[in-house]
Nanobody, 118 residues
Framework: QVQLVESGGGLVQAGGSLRLSCAASGSFLRINYMGWYRQAPGKQRELVALVTSGGSTNYADSVKGRFTISRDNAKNTVYLQMTSLKPEDTAVYYC????????????WGQGTQVTVSS
């Protein structure tokens, strides 16, 4: 069994900051990439940021310069530091990880709501 548990969402005013965390637990060999996605009402789920096991990162254009993804391999945890938040960042944020057990597959967290008020 593998679980991803997110925390850190909430309500913040425009221009504010939040930090999301996602911890993986269970029995597995290794975590390959970890990432954050988001889904706003009426829109498709979209990639926000990814970080590989080696620390390489990739960001959506809409969050570059404002969001920072990082991971703590010892804690099997990925973080998303969000600054200069905008109302259009409002969405449910989901953690995803590619995890190797008997082969590799994607696992998703349950999602955490981020609401940015204007």
């Amino acid at each position: 069994q593998v679980q991803l548990v997110e925390s850190g969402g909430g309500l913040v005013q425009a221009g504010g900051s939040l930090r999301l965390s996602c911890a993986a637990s269970g029995s597995f060999l290794r975590i390959n990439y970890m990432g954050w996605y988001r889904q706003a009402p009426g829109k498709q789920r979209e990639l926000v940021a990814l970080v590989t096991s080696g620390g390489s990162t990739n960001y959506a254009d809409s969050v570059k310069g404002r969001f920072t993804i990082s991971r703590d391999n010892a804690k099997n945890t990925v973080y998303l530091q969000m600054t200069s938040l905008k109302p259009e960042d409002t969405a449910v944020y989901y953690c995803k990880a590619d995890i190797s057990r008997f082969g590799s597959r994607d696992y998703w967290g349950q999602g955490t709501q981020v609401t940015v008020s204007s």
